[in-house]
């Protein structure tokens, strides 16, 4: 297993549960901890309650959560969001999901930290990987879950422009140290324009976490900036929550400032090698799926595993067979997601606005009126 994120460890517990002996080698020398927003689906939960970690997994949504839709001169009305849509997503930190699986993982598999692999090579007797450590190993099988830009990925099946799909959008995310003043610890805010949105995602029991998504034509020029050049640039002057969100950002302890790109291959493993959650089918953040999608394809090539324990060919063959129409689902939904989270043009804006505020009407409750 390359890879000490979701996949990986989801794969490393479903892995052992197949009566295999996983070993993860992670690029970075201790595990991560924080992170982002990330909600989790129905059929997340569901995943992780197959590998046993869905108890141990700090779920934050506040239970009386309420969405305003904010403009930049900071109007404001009721409206739906993210933790509105159907299945109510959870609300957690990519960490709390880590955290779940790592206490999970236990001693059911080696981690080794520090490491990465520089070369793969198979035959019939195994996969033989070299490490960046200068050691090297033979294994059954190798699973490349090492995200978006995996290095699995480039040693066996090529390299990244074959299938990385760039989707001119960027993304700034970072934990806000308090609710946006004028907002309740429960609020989450949304403030959608064409080309340019800010979303915060509160939680019941930590500060919300500010997300800037926007589209821009040069994604490469545009990550070469600071974060907070680049988003003093493009939502520089705009009111409502943005002022306060980009001020904090120069006292968060970290940031993710990145492309939103989605993986598109026509096969996940060749011969022992095998791709995993974003390393294989990176949804995009849009989706709000590639957790979740990262713990199901984890359990479901557990299964296949343990269905098919003499003959590995076929197991993945028929792991893949039952992951891809999901996979796609997702994807060409994310597109769809993305426009919610971040039109790309003014039509698309206007069309979110009709759709979203329809929506909203028949959604959200009235409070009741007391006759007494
Ligand atoms: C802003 C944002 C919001 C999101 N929101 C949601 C959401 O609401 N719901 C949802 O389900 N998903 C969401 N996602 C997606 C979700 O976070 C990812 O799909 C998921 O975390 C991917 O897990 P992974 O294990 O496949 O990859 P990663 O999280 O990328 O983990 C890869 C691991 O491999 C390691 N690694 C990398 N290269 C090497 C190497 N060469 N050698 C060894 N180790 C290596 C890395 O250090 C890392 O530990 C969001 C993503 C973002 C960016």
Redesign the pocket.
Known sequence: M?????????AAIALSGAGWKPVI????PQR?TG???????PP?KKAAARLGVLERMHLRTPPDHRTWAVDASGDRRRSIG?LDQPGH?EGTM?GD??AALWNGLASHAEVRFG???TAIAQDETGAHVAF?DGGAESFDLVIG????????RRLAFGPDERYLRPTNSV?C?YALTGQVPGFSGSDQIALVEPGRALWVFPYRDRPPTA?FAYRVDDVGLELRKKPADALAARYGGMGGPVPYALAALRDAPEC?F?S?QQVRMRRWHRGRVLL????AW????Y????????MMGAAALGDALTAQPLDLTAALRDWERRMRPTIRAHQLIAHVKGEGFVPSNPFNHGVRHLVVSQAAKLLIRKPAISLS
């Open positions: 390359v890879g000490l994120g979701v996949a990986g460890m989801a080698v992670e690029r970075a991560r992170g982002y927003f990330v909600g989790l689906f997340g993210f997503p990519r999901v880590e490491v990465s692999p960046s879950a090492d995200g978006l830009r995996s290095t699995v993304i995310t997300l993710l990145d939103v995993l959650g974003d390393a990176c949804l995009t953040l989706s709000g799926m590639g957790a979740s999608t990262g």
